[in-house]
């Protein structure tokens, strides 16, 4: 089992910035890819970026490319969203997310290959 929990979200205006933070707890961290997804209100969850379990490959989505970046500090236990130039579009509750295979260096970019997921944490951007 994994326990995750994001912070960081808030109400930021265009062209802002956020940091989310992911804390993973209950197998050995680096021993798993992660991902970041996010949900609009009426629209289905979509992909933002996946990274290795050692941090070492990345993943975005076309979208936010250039301008999020993911990364992970395994010492830490925690994966991290940094967030710039964001955009009204950007608007959605961000959720991280661990699959149940581990020590393999296939890094999923959908959804269904991810079972456990956090709670979310609501971003939105103002115009």
């Known amino acids: 089992q994994v326990q995750l929990v994001e912070s960081g979200g808030g109400l930021v205006q265009a062209g802002g910035s956020l940091r989310l933070s992911c804390a993973a707890s209950g197998r050995t961290f680096n021993s798993y890819a992660m991902g970041w997804f996010r949900q609009a209100p009426g629209k289905e969850r979509e992909f933002v970026a996946a990274?290795?379990?050692?941090?070492?490959?990345?993943y975005y989505a076309d979208s936010v490319k250039g301008r999020f970046t993911i990364s992970r500090v395994n010492a830490k236990n925690t994966v991290y969203l940094q967030m710039n130039s964001l955009k009204p579009e950007d608007t959605a509750v961000y959720y991280c997310?661990?699959?149940?295979?581990?020590?393999?260096?296939?890094?999923?970019?959908?959804?269904?290959?991810?079972?456990?997921w956090g709670q979310g944490t609501q971003v939105t951007v103002s115009s």
């Open positions: 990274i290795s379990r050692s941090g070492g490959s990345t």
């Open positions: 997310a661990a699959p149940l295979t581990q020590n393999t260096a296939v890094v999923p970019t959908t959804g269904d290959k991810y079972d456990y």
